[in-house]
Each structure stands twice: as structure tokens, then as C-alpha cells.
């Protein structure tokens, strides 16, 4: 139902920052969240931060380190993220949650787009 587009992704450096924007086409009804996951090699992929009507929620990880806007008109969700830690590494999800038509929910993601950190 959603054709979702990634990017900002690319090598990063310890202590530095990255910016990821996330942009989707396509047909829906009602946004239920948008947001960032992420998962890192060897592990499970795991929530960075989503924003919803209930408001926006954070991973413990995360700290103050990260920044999330969305704009369901224009079905786009940015992520900023400071002071990269070695584990930080991973390749990180764009997710959009939702209602289309004739009521039935939706669940996209996109391909995933990788964020190596040098030491």
C-alpha cells in the first residue's frame, strides 16, 4: 500500500551525529505512528523513537540524543541523532503504522538503510 524511501544513511563517526529522513507514496486512510527502529547486526531490531497520537516515545537508549518530527500530510518522519556511540551501529527502519480504505491496518516498512560508525 506504501512505497517507502530512506535516506541519509552512510558512515558515521563515533562522537558525531547523523540525519535520517524517511518519505512515503501511496494510498492511506489514517496514520496511527510514524517512526525509527533499528538493528544491529546479531540482534533484534528494536524501537529508536515513534511519534503518535498519544505523543512521541523514546527508546531507554536513547537519552536526549535524538530528535523525531513528523508530518502525516506529507507522510515524511525525520530522525536526528547525536553523540554516536560504538554501539550505536545499524541499519535503521523506517516504520509507518495505519488505517487505509475499507478499514483495514497497515504496517509498512522501509528496505532498511545501513549506518556503520567508525571508532
Known amino acids: 500500500q506504501l512505497h517507502i524511501v530512506e535516506s541519509g544513511g552512510g558512515l558515521a563517526q563515533a562522537g558525531g551525529s547523523l540525519s535520517l529522513a524517511c518519505s512515503a507514496t501511496?494510498?492511506?486512510?489514517?496514520?496511527?505512528?510514524m517512526g525509527w527502529f533499528r538493528q544491529a547486526p546479531g540482534k533484534q531490531r528494536e524501537l529508536v523513537a515513534t511519534?503518535?497520537?498519544?505523543?512521541?516515545t523514546y527508546a531507554d537508549f536513547v537519552g536526549g540524543r535524538v530528535t523525531i518530527a513528523a508530518d502525516n500530510d506529507k507522510l515524511t518522519v525525520s530522525l536526528q541523532m547525536s553523540g554516536l556511540e560504538p554501539g550505536d551501529p545499524a541499519k535503521f527502519y523506517c516504520?509507518?503504522?495505519?488505517?487505509?480504505?475499507?478499514?483495514?491496518?497497515?504496517?509498512?516498512w522501509g528496505p532498511g538503510t545501513p549506518v556503520p560508525i567508525s571508532s
Open positions: 501511496g494510498s492511506i486512510s489514517s496514520i496511527t505512528s
Open positions: 511519534v503518535s497520537s498519544s505523543g512521541t
Open positions: 516504520n509507518i503504522q495505519g488505517l487505509v480504505h475499507w478499514g483495514s491496518s497497515l504496517d509498512a
